[in-house]
């Protein structure tokens, strides 16, 4: 008998603790939530894919215009030698 009331003490701490448990919020992701959150998701990746993009076709075109700028550059240089070969 006495074992019997010195475990019913240990037996109300461990049910105190699990009550405390219940106390704790529990949040449930609802399909609307998740919807929306990979909604979002794929609008960011999707942004960031896209500027990408954009950045990769805008450097593009700056080494197009560079390149055609120092092309020309060298072609007036050479036009000019020649105009100086044909005096002299």
């Known amino acids: 008998m006495t074992n019997r009331v010195l ?3 240990e ?10 448990d219940d106390d704790d919020p529990i949040f449930v992701l609802t399909d609307e939530w998740r919807e929306f959150f990979a909604r979002s ?3 960011r990746k999707l942004g960031s894919v896209f500027s990408f993009a954009i ?3 805008l450097r593009t075109i700056l080494y197009v215009i560079f390149l055609l700028f ?6 007036c240089v050479e036009k000019q030698q020649g105009k100086k070969k044909e005096k002299h």
């Open 7 to 9: 475990q019913e003490p």
């Open 11 to 20: 037996c109300d701490v461990l049910e105190e603790e699990e009550e405390d």
């Open 41 to 43: 998701e794929a609008r």
């Open 55 to 57: 950045f990769c076709l």
């Open 70 to 75: 120092i092309v020309s550059f060298l072609l």
